[in-house]
Nanobody, 122 residues
Framework: QVHLVESGGGLVQAGGSLRLSCTAS????????MGWFRQAPGKEREFVAA????????YYADSVKGRFTISRDNAKNTEYLQMNSLKPEDTALYYC???????????????WGQGTQVTVSS
């Protein structure tokens, strides 16, 4: 069993930046592909970004490409999502996710975090 805990959400003005963190416990972090999803009110949960086990490959949703950067530190069992040039439409509950499979484009979630709220004001 893997336990994921997110942090770093908050309220920011449009054009600002935030960095989310997700710390994992209960398994070998480096054996997991990691990702981020988000869910806005009244909408379905959507994929944001994913990173391979060793951090060498990343994959992004078109809506965040060029603005968000996913990274990981296997020594700290932590992944990050650096979010720049934030827009009001980025407002959502952001979830950390872990996958035991290797695919980033078709990210199959085995474990979820509890979510952290990001609110972008206009």
């Amino acid at each position: 069993q893997v336990h994921l805990v997110e942090s770093g959400g908050g309220l920011v003005q449009a054009g600002g930046s935030l960095r989310l963190s997700c710390t994992a416990s209960g398994s070998t972090f480096s054996s997991l592909a990691m990702g981020w999803f988000r869910q806005a009110p009244g909408k379905e949960r959507e994929f944001v970004a994913a990173i391979s086990r060793n951090g060498g490959t990343t994959y992004y949703a078109d809506s965040v490409k060029g603005r968000f950067t996913i990274s990981r530190d296997n020594a700290k069992n932590t992944e990050y999502l650096q979010m720049n040039s934030l827009k009001p439409e980025d407002t959502a509950l952001y979830y950390c996710a872990a996958s035991q499979s290797g695919s980033l484009k078709y990210f199959s979630v085995d474990y979820w975090g509890q979510g952290t709220q990001v609110t972008v004001s206009s």
